[in-house]
């Protein structure tokens, strides 16, 4: 595989908040991480700790109640945020990073043909004329594992398997550098989702893509990552290489949740976490993980910085100051 | 068609087996209706299936979507009719219960639904949720039913119970609800309770605990479960036996070590294979999955229901003829040709 170690992605304390009725949710609250051309970086997280909330802010794609959203995003070196809406909209949105949204195989138009659906983003983002799209969306159909046939259906004529692989297609089309995928597989039956993540693998090494891949099944997870990512409130806690990560998660959090996940052989104990995450409308001024966690200390009353563990490794935790 | 059936049914006839639940070559085929009228077929949602559990059992039935594992459960439970076949449950044979039996049929059994979320009435306290079950069964006496829903919050460990009992369902962690539901399964106090994918909605940490639960629970009141579930990895934390179902059968069946260590159904290897272990050397392989999809359950192949993926497919044999079943190990049954001289 060709390896090329330039930086893609390059986040900076970045921020989206929600403005509700019992007040401001901070759904995405100062996340750093960052990605390599050619790597896929894992998002692992319970429900509601900001998964989707982190790839909207990546995709500028907002909801109207937004109280806050600031921070830095370099892609590929250019700085996105500074970017005015109409310009996002015309060269980075569909062109340079796309998205599989979460349900997205349920989200597709029911009145439109597959197969135009595919041709679309190219029509509208990359200015090709109809018939020149539709013949990549057919190339694309191909390489994605669905059968031609299928471009003039609808999608209620296919199954859930198959649905997932077109929206799929729909966010290859433009060739972007990076495509966040948002639970792509978690409605599937366990074929269907080998399917799909050896149609991934194969995608990243033929298009030479990133993914940024959200999900809160951790055992297939494994399955894309080079790389593992660990949201807790609003924050990424940890951050490793997925080698280092799946052998020994250093966040007690990140612990926590490897110990919880079921193993078809070998008879460890299974552990779950006691309690529930705060409210992203009411945080704890100290680490948000240390009402739940077995070894907080004193210094956990205050907010841990993010600890540089060497190796591209970070980790947001007390225990590792001058690891 | 029906003839066929009526001679495979011959045989159906149900000695005493000390089983708490006996289930003997259940059918259970929706018709196909074109327009409202006219027979178009029938979906052959469990087809042929029989198995025995003993009070204090615990089974885990595995299968992918849409293979018939809810329409099987809901038959076990009374609310679906099989077209052939029969249940006998503590005694009461279900093709013969009139309504009062069947009530009573009905509370012996708890029921733990597929989605917690969509499970509880929204409007409804959990003590109105936990009480109704009571009324119904005719417990008259407000104490006594006061009581019991106290003890059973105690039980699954919805506690300190005033903190809750008041409570609607919005207001409470996606684990919470799903003990609130399980609460409601206890609350008659049934010999087997049946639970219908009761964690796949949950995050992995909340997952453990209601597992966790559901073993206490059982052990403590020497219930029978039927745990129903389309992710191999969480049921030997607390079944001894596993079915594994395709289409409408039960392909294979076995202890749970058995099933994982030595899978004779090409369709359970399968499974085993596609099952994921969080390890990073996974992104480097590709994994052997069979090509398609499940057949259609109106017109099922011939043959083994299996023949169109199966990797090891006898052709004449699998594609023609319906295999029986198997038994090459002892207690490890299997629907496959590949075993025929064992
Ligand atoms: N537009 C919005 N306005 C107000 N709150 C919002 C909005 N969108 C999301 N939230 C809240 O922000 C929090 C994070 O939501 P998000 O959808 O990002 O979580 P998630 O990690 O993707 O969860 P899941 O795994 O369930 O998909 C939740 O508490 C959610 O209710
Ligand atoms: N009342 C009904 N009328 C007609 N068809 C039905 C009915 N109930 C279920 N079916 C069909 O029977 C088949 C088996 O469905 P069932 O719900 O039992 O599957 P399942 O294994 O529980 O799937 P899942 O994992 O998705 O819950 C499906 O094809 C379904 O569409
Ligand atoms: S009976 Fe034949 S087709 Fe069916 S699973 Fe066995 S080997 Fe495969
Ligand atoms: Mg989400
Ligand atoms: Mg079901």
Redesign the interface.
Known sequence: MAENNSSLLDVHDLKLHFRASAGIVQAVDGVNFQLNRNE?VVVLG??GCGKTSLAKALLRLLPRNVAEYSGEVYLGGEELMGLTDEEYRKQIRWVRMSMVPQAAMNALNPVLRVGDQVAEPMMIHAGIKKEEALAQARDMFSRVGVSADFLHRYAFEL???MRQRVAIAMSLVTLPDLVVLDEPTSAL???????I??LL??IKKEFEVSFILIT???????????RVAVMYAGQIVEVG???S???APLHPYAQ???A??????GDQE????IG?PPSLIDLPTGCRFAARCPRRFEKCDQDPPVFDMGNRRIVKCWLYEGN | MAEILEKKLKDQDFSDTGALLQVKRLHVWFELRRFGFGHAGYVRAVDDVSFELKAGQAIAVVGESGCGKTSLMKTILGLNTPIKGDIIFDGMKLSELDRKGMMEYRSKIGFVQQDPYGALPPFMSIRSILDEPLIINGVKDPKERNERIRQVMEEVRLSPVDDFIEKFPHMLSGGQQQRVVIARAMILEPKLIVADEPVSMLDASVRVEILKLLENLQKSHNLAVIYITHDLSTVRYFSERIFVMYAGKVAEKAVVDEILNNPLHPYTEALLTATSEPDAANARIYKEVPPGEPPSLVNPPTGCNYHPRCPKIIEGLCDLEDPPEFEPVPNHLTLCWLHKDA
């Open positions: 896929a319970e429900s199954s859930g398997g039956d366990v074929l269907t989702q080998a399917n993540f050896n693998k194969r809160h099944d951790i055992a297939t997870s494994s399955e894309l990552a080079d290489d997925a080698e990560f799946f052998s926590k949740l490897m919880s996940v079921p193993r078809l052989r299974l552990e779950f976490i529930k």
